[in-house]
T-cell receptor, first 114, second 114 residues
Framework: AQSVTQPDIHITVSEGASLELRCNYS??????LFWYVQSPGQGLQLLLK??????LVQGIKGFEAEFKRSQSSFNLRKPSVHWSDAAEYFC????????????FGTGTSLTVIP | ETGVTQSPTHLIKTRGQQVTLRCSSQ?????VSWYQQALGQGPQFIFQ???????GRGNFPPRFSGLQFPNYSSELNVNALELDDSALYLC?????????????FGQGTRLTVV
């Protein structure tokens, strides 16, 4: 069965510090992997996605993620966090050939301190 | 702004009542999915509609039902509301049902069941 695990419920970082959010997935086939961000009271915004090819993918707002098949991981990184990055981050695996059907993790809440 | 509009934004219902939530998908998008996001959790897939046909369903009881109209807008209906149905309901639209097409999420409807 498909599943996504985000081990860190909450992370606090200082503005300007680097960030890594962890994501592990379980999926029988080649996964389609996504990171979404959700600000309070808002819907989900796509940060980046991986389907195939280069295992290091670049996204919006300076985020990147690396797909590691051997570790079943798709960790999100940013070299220098800005206060506006404070939000909830969700990793998701997409079910192939079925459009917008995703399995989401439980999310990681990011707090940025000055 | 994603072009996906949900209404109403907030709703309070009494246990046992029925509710209808609406989603206007982005122009030209023929695939709509609905998600339930309980407080502190990741979104959970309810079902997906493609060209007015249900095309995938998550682990939700039959009292959760839906419709997609010829203009690709969609409704989520929930009968016999239970307290645990209190959640943020998100819809996502995409062009076609292939996994690599980007899904755009609405801002959600916050349903409170009392």
């Amino acid at each position: 069965a498909q599943s996504v695990t985000q081990p860190d419920i909450h992370i606090t970082v200082s503005e300007g510090a680097s960030l890594e959010l962890r994501c592990n997935y379980s999926y029988g086939a080649t996964p389609y992997l996504f990171w979404y961000v959700q600000s309070p009271g808002q819907g989900l915004q796509l940060l980046l996605k991986y389907f195939s090819g280069d295992t290091l993918v670049q996204g919006i707002k300076g985020f990147e993620a690396e797909f590691k098949r051997s570790q079943s991981s798709f960790n999100l990184r940013k070299p220098s966090v800005h206060w506006s990055d404070a939000a909830e981050y969700f990793c998701a695996v997409g079910v192939s050939n079925t459009g917008n059907q995703f399995y989401f993790g439980t999310g990681t809440s990011l707090t940025v301190i000055p | 702004e994603t072009g996906v509009t949900q209404s109403p934004t907030h709703l309070i219902k009494t246990r046992g009542q029925q509710v209808t939530l609406r989603c206007s998908s982005q122009s030209g998008h023929n695939t709509v999915s609905w998600y339930q996001q309980a407080l502190g959790q990741g979104p959970q897939f309810i079902f997906q509609y493609y060209r007015e046909e249900e095309n995938g369903r998550g682990n939700f009881p039959p009292r959760f039902s839906g419709l997609q109209f010829p203009n690709y807008s969609s409704e989520l209906n929930v009968n016999a509301l239970e307290l645990d149905d209190s959640a943020l309901y998100l819809c996502a639209s995409s062009l076609d049902q292939v996994a690599h097409t980007e899904a755009f999420f609405g801002q959600g409807t916050r349903l409170t069941v009392v």
